[in-house]
């Protein structure tokens, strides 16, 4: 599959949108992405983002959840350099 180029905006806002989704996970979003320096070994140009929800911890069920967005995100979006 070949992964879409976007700008680093444009993909905090798609896996912040992504994440309003999530019943388990309410007020959880990102801020940022880091770029890296070259695709890591799953092929990606952007490390997984921290995650802040308000008010929790995310727990099991919010951490499952959080990463299956994350890992949908970078098998199909990578960062405009």
Known sequence: MVKKE???QELVSI???ELTRLEECPGCRI???N???APDSEGCN???PEI???DFVPGNSCSR???QVVAWARGHFE???
Do not use: T
């Open 79 to 81: 960062l405009e350099l």
């Open 46 to 48: 952007w490390e997984r």
């Open 35 to 37: 770029p890296l320096s």
């Open 52 to 54: 802040r929800c308000n």
């Open 15 to 17: 896996i912040n949108q």
């Open 6 to 8: 976007i700008p680093q």
């Open 65 to 67: 959840a959080i990463d």
């Open 31 to 33: 801020n940022e992405i």
